[in-house]
């Protein structure tokens, strides 16, 4: 099985078009233009030295961000071609292949500011910067033919390779920041060079097991900040840096495909199972802690004090994706599901030019005032000191079928739902599947086929509590035949969620669901005090359309407590009535600063 | 009108007969053999010098640990002379005569350790020192008749009065803890030289008008952390330091009683009314941010992450006991019960010789493994490193009638309840009023009265809303004659207590209180997810004595969710009934470190 390429699905309406609009039109500008102001691009000219600009001083991980922004900027010209991009990314990679050393070493910061200390930090985020920039590599030649930064690229992985591999002369064994492991899973996978499935089953391998790799800081050590407490065969608990583990669990998942290696591949299984089940915001979130930007333990999930960065969620939706491939099971749709409609989703502004870097599930700019607190930003900003976010959203939103459909032979999973059209080989020929869907709009789907004769599974999501028909592996199963169509209603209802009783934060606590999407609650909306809000369950609500929001908004029957000015008082069951509003969870924070709650009461 | 001097009260039996046979037979000696330990009282032969043990080395603020822990001392001799506690009061007073300046100049730390920044750093809380000094030198006098501490910090108090009042010649003007202020006015009281009250009318009137009182930390002004941002008879929130406002406070209420000062009054009354309406945890817990130790924002409320200082607790008890004296209002007696069965109670261990300084009203010891949080000790510990809290507790517990009964001329105000026998002045003659009751077992109480005729007013507990008799500013009258004797049933049904909805870290929760005691559970009980605990409210519940704590614990129908294993699912109504055990809120974290929950779901 494997997921079919993303530009043989292409978005004609709805919801994801709003996004595959916003992308090509917004978001890619906006990102280029902040990352030239701060100096990310004029990096990779290598020419800043000591005295110069301190603003302007190439930064550990700036290449990493150019990389993502070029990989989208691929993307977006597999669609359609888009000259002034092109030759934005072609400037950049005139850089590189300028400044490369002979010996096929690039890293703009090391080259420039730290020469000396090459592949002497594991901190230091290299070969993650180098991951990132062979992905962009492979989508851009294989966008546009252009060879050159792919040629770059692979002679930079062959002396990784030999300083890594062969010859052992780095400081430390395996990266500090995973992410070369996909990129060179990838490659292996795009150039049908072993070598590269070799060194990226050493790095993987390797992590957990080498004296070298241990990382000392405060008097800590943080082993598990790095994924590296033991050997990834072992490993059963998502631990440390969100972002680290998921792309080292992407790898671990997509590794263990290549080689058929199932040790390997119920230790993705156990760490993806962990996660989904035990470390979860509801949103698709992960990586609770800001200390760390890490996993934090079981359960663990507070709402307002709260991490769950962008990227993260991107690596776990990366994970699904890449566990999808190796076995039928809608779970894998549904987590991609829940985070592309939610928690990665709210890292962008609908405007598509804003982001956040954090997604708290509440907000209460009270709690701001008091001091010595964790508060995550209220507000979605143009760029971060640290800005991954932008970049990954400008590639996850470039190439959005990515998780679309999985093939094998003759078959075809549909996973994810959109108004598109998506070419495919059926009995050795070309064929014609359109999907009609308003999706997430309503939950009626139409799929009008041309082609040989194909076996269709169809996800049933597990929101869809409702369906009654037969699933295999979580999907309807449909045989078409060249001018069959398929009419699938999926009943979609308004759903109160409870969270696991050891979610301690959420007790007591309701979060409304309408199909995939998780809602919530603004006092732009709502007024003050959204704590004290307790929705009725009593079946009436009305969907209604917000302006600039690609999905309904709910109106609902609630209530709340009038304020008698007492501190405390003996309970009594004064309420006001009022109809609440609730907007999509990603659409929060859009009508400027505002307090947000997604845990609501419910009666 | 005045509180009548606790030692005309003795206590004979019940609850705070628990306290004071503990205080007496544990705590001030635990208290003097850690303090013992940590050089606290070795500090005061000014011997250590550099080179010297740092970890005996004194501190700027030891000096008021050991004067409040003597204060408690001679309170506990005024109902019975303790000589080998005297002894020890002794020792430390001869130091002090023979290391005290021939300028009157004493503290142990800047005589030692910076003698050349005598009144040279307003954050160092010399001033408050000396405060506590004084009221122990006051009570010592009262209570043994041995002048010589008095002496001494007479010989203070005319070197203070010089240095800033007469000649201005500290680098600040007021003090940067406040204290001194009320044990001028008290040693005004006591000696009657109008010079004291001068001195503190200075010092409160001074506050917030003086260029050399501001200070910076860390790039901020830190103003309102000493409630310096404005003169006192402006102010109208209360802000910065708990401990410190809450001193403040006290001397102004103080001082505006003396004086006749209507603004100060209103000023104080203002505070008060900010304090118990807006920032106060329904323990009576005060100050609930750990920055700065301080009053945050109006309804800012937390339970978990919560500070709320013993000694803060200690001092707002002091305000209400200061405004007592102003005008007959129950209030003030209900505030004072608040806080002694409730969050000062809870600073100590049932075994008396354990403390918090911070007294959280949630505990998820979980919670615990989220890294760079703030949490709250869990577990009560023998002494601080800061250890104003434990002596606080000596000396409260040590004079625990204080502000039992208010007098003025033959009328008698009851404010708290307790089996006690109370000495009286009534038509110039001795009168004895005995108080019977199992309070707060039961709200039964009897008077018995012999003596002139006597006007009393009891103070109707604001919890007994059943109450149904005539009341004057809360108080219910009677005339007594010799011989007389009365009854007064409060009934004592447990309540549902809810929050004001601005605090919403209390939305949708509820705290069950019983006459004045606020309850809790705790995990020993109850097992793991308290926050997952809903209380069935149908008005059935059983009163248990539980072994070593001398107020009844309450079981009451419970319900919880089983754990299905899923992290999130839609609402459904299983629920597993069970029997909750609540106990006495400040009897928790007495059987080992658990969960606690006061606010609990009901229905």
Same mark, same amino acid.
């Given at each position: 099985?494997?997921?079919?390429?993303?530009?043989?699905?292409?978005?004609?309406?709805?919801?994801?078009?709003?996004?595959?609009?916003?992308?090509?039109?917004?978001?890619?500008?906006?990102?280029?233009?902040?990352?030239?102001?701060?100096?990310?691009?004029?990096?990779?000219?290598?020419?800043?030295?000591?005295?110069?600009?301190?603003?302007?001083?190439?930064?550990?991980?700036?290449?990493?961000?150019?990389?993502?922004?070029?990989?989208?900027?691929?993307?977006?010209?597999?669609?359609?071609?888009?000259?002034?991009?092109?030759?934005?990314?072609?400037?950049?990679?005139?850089?590189?292949?300028?400044?490369?050393?002979?010996?096929?070493?690039?890293?703009?910061?090391?080259?420039?500011?730290?020469?000396?200390?090459?592949?002497?930090?594991?901190?230091?985020?290299?070969?993650?910067?180098?991951?990132?920039?062979?992905?962009?590599?492979?989508?851009?030649?294989?966008?546009?033919?252009?060879?050159?930064?792919?040629?770059?690229?692979?002679?930079?992985?062959?002396?990784?390779?030999?300083?890594?591999?062969?010859?052992?002369?780095?400081?430390?064994?395996?990266?500090?920041?995973?992410?070369?492991?996909?990129?060179?899973?990838?490659?292996?996978?795009?150039?049908?060079?072993?070598?590269?499935?070799?060194?990226?089953?050493?790095?993987?391998?390797?992590?957990?097991?080498?004296?070298?790799?241990?990382?000392?800081?405060?008097?800590?050590?943080?082993?598990?900040?790095?994924?590296?407490?033991?050997?990834?065969?072992?490993?059963?608990?998502?631990?440390?840096?969100?972002?680290?583990?998921?792309?080292?669990?992407?790898?671990?998942?997509?590794?263990?495909?290549?080689?058929?290696?199932?040790?390997?591949?119920?230790?993705?299984?156990?760490?993806?199972?962990?996660?989904?089940?035990?470390?979860?915001?509801?949103?698709?979130?992960?990586?609770?802690?800001?200390?760390?930007?890490?996993?934090?333990?079981?359960?663990?999930?507070?709402?307002?004090?709260?991490?769950?960065?962008?990227?993260?969620?991107?690596?776990?939706?990366?994970?699904?994706?890449?566990?999808?491939?190796?076995?039928?099971?809608?779970?894998?749709?549904?987590?991609? &599901?829940?985070?592309?409609? =939610? *928690? @990665?989703?709210?890292?962008?502004?609908?405007? +598509? $030019?804003?982001?956040?870097?954090?997604? !708290?599930?509440?907000?209460?700019?009270?709690?701001?005032?008091?001091?010595?607190?964790?508060?995550?930003?209220?507000?979605?900003?143009?760029?971060?000191?640290?800005?991954?976010?932008?970049?990954?959203?400008?590639?996850?939103?470039?190439?959005?079928?990515?998780?679309?459909?999985?093939?094998?032979?003759?078959?075809?999973?549909?996973?994810?739902?959109?108004?598109?059209?998506?070419?495919?080989?059926?009995?050795?020929?070309?064929?014609?599947?359109?999907?009609?869907?308003?999706?997430?709009?309503?939950?009626?789907?139409?799929?009008?086929?041309?082609?040989?004769?194909?076996?269709?599974?169809?996800?049933?999501?597990?929101?869809?509590?409702?369906? &009654?028909?037969?699933?295999? =592996? *979580? @999907?309807?199963?449909?045989?078409?035949?060249? +001018? $069959?169509?398929?009419?699938?209603?999926? !009943?979609?209802?308004?759903?109160?969620?409870?969270?696991?009783?050891?979610?301690?934060?959420?007790?007591?606590?309701?979060?409304?669901?309408?199909?995939?999407?998780?809602?919530?609650?603004?006092?732009?909306?709502?007024?003050?005090?959204?704590?004290?809000?307790?929705?009725?369950?009593?079946?009436?609500?009305?969907?209604?359309?917000?302006?600039?929001?690609?999905?309904?908004?709910?109106?609902?029957?609630?209530?709340?407590?009038?304020?008698?000015?007492?501190?405390?008082?003996?309970?009594?069951?004064?309420?006001?009535?009022?109809?609440?509003?609730?907007?999509?969870?990603?659409?929060?924070?859009?009508?400027?600063?505002?307090?947000?709650?997604?845990?609501?009461?419910?009666?």
């Amino acid at each position: 099985m494997k997921n079919l390429y993303f530009a043989n699905t292409e978005i004609k309406s709805g919801f994801w078009k709003y996004y595959t609009d916003l992308v090509r039109n917004v978001t890619v500008r906006a990102v280029y233009d902040r990352f030239k102001e701060t100096g990310r691009f004029d990096a990779f000219s290598c020419s800043w030295r000591e005295g110069d600009d301190e603003n302007k001083k190439p930064h550990i991980f700036w290449d990493s961000d150019v990389a993502k922004w070029i990989e989208g900027v691929a993307y977006l010209t597999e669609t359609r071609r888009e000259e002034e991009l092109e030759a934005l990314v072609d400037a950049t990679v005139d850089e590189i292949e300028k400044n490369q050393r002979a010996d096929g070493y690039f890293n703009s910061y090391f080259l420039t500011v730290s020469p000396s200390k090459i592949y002497s930090d594991r901190s230091c985020h290299e070969l993650y910067c180098t991951g990132h920039l062979i992905e962009a590599a492979i989508a851009y030649h294989k966008a546009t033919g252009k060879d050159k930064l792919l040629t770059c690229m692979l002679k930079n992985v062959d002396f990784i390779r030999r300083i890594f591999m062969e010859e052992g002369r780095a400081s430390f064994t395996t990266p500090g920041h995973e992410e070369i492991e996909i990129a060179l899973l990838k490659l292996y996978e795009y150039t049908g060079d072993e070598r590269h499935l070799e060194l990226a089953r050493f790095f993987i391998n390797k992590r957990g097991t080498c004296e070298n790799d241990d990382m000392h800081w405060e008097g800590e050590v943080w082993d598990e900040y790095f994924q590296s407490e033991m050997p990834v065969r072992e490993m059963s608990e998502a631990k440390g840096h969100a972002v680290r583990a998921g792309y080292l669990y992407t790898s671990m998942a997509m590794l263990s495909k290549i080689d058929g290696d199932k040790e390997l591949k119920a230790a993705a299984d156990r760490l993806f199972d962990n996660i989904i089940n035990k470390k979860m915001s509801i949103t698709g979130g992960v990586g609770v802690q800001k200390h760390g930007e890490s996993y934090s333990y079981d359960y663990n999930l507070p709402n307002r004090d709260v991490y769950n960065e962008t990227c993260a969620a991107v690596s776990l939706a990366m994970l699904a994706g890449a566990l999808q491939e190796s076995e039928p099971n809608s779970l894998y749709g549904d987590i991609i &599901e829940k985070i592309y409609y =939610n *928690g @990665f989703l709210s890292g962008v502004s609908l405007s +598509g $030019d804003e982001f956040f870097y954090t997604n !708290p599930l509440e907000l209460d700019l009270k709690k701001y005032k008091h001091k010595g607190t964790y508060q995550p930003i209220s507000q979605r900003v143009k760029v971060f000191g640290c800005s991954c976010c932008p970049p990954n959203v400008v590639r996850i939103l470039g190439s959005l079928p990515r998780y679309m459909y999985t093939v094998e032979g003759d078959t075809v999973w549909c996973n994810q739902f959109a108004h598109a059209e998506t070419k495919l080989t059926v009995g050795g020929k070309d064929a014609i599947l359109l999907q009609k869907t308003a999706y997430p709009s309503d939950g009626n789907i139409t799929f009008e086929y041309k082609g040989e004769p194909l076996t269709l599974f169809v996800r049933i999501p597990e929101w869809c509590v409702e369906y &009654e028909g037969e699933t295999e =592996n *979580g @999907f309807a199963r449909f045989e078409l035949k060249d +001018g $069959d169509s398929l009419t699938l209603n999926l !009943p979609m209802n308004i759903h109160f969620m409870e969270a696991n009783p050891n979610v301690q934060d959420d007790s007591g606590r309701y979060a409304v669901m309408r199909g995939p999407i998780v809602y919530c609650m603004e006092s732009v909306d709502n007024g003050d005090n959204l704590r004290d809000i307790t929705l009725i369950d009593n079946g009436n609500y009305r969907l209604v359309e917000e302006k600039g929001i690609p999905a309904p908004a709910i109106i609902l029957d609630a209530e709340r407590r009038e304020n008698t000015g007492k501190l405390y008082y003996i309970k009594n069951s004064a309420r006001v009535s009022f109809s609440a509003k609730l907007i999509p969870y990603f659409a929060f924070a859009n009508r400027g600063a505002c307090d947000l709650i997604v845990w609501t009461q419910v009666r």
